[in-house]
């Protein structure tokens, strides 16, 4: 995976390695329960990651916090 910068333009961010463009889509990751109150994880689970990563995969979401 190529790492993310500030391109030289100052204005744009793009992938180290190749110099191509990238536009960062993304969103936050909360706890299906509660929503509207934003909880984050209390416990951590690798199924429930890896299931959530897919769905914003299919979504073309590239970035997460």
């Given amino acids: 995976m190529e790492k993310v910068r500030v391109s030289a333009d100052r204005w744009n961010f793009e992938l ?17 329960q509660h929503p509207g109150q934003g909880i984050l ?11 959530r990563f897919g769905i914003m995969s299919e979504l073309g979401l590239n970035c997460l916090r």
């Fill in 16 to 32: 180290e390695g190749s110099g191509r463009f990238i536009s960062p889509i993304g969103g936050t990751m909360l706890n299906d």
């Fill in 41 to 51: 994880f209390h416990d951590f689970d690798a199924s429930d990651c890896d299931r």
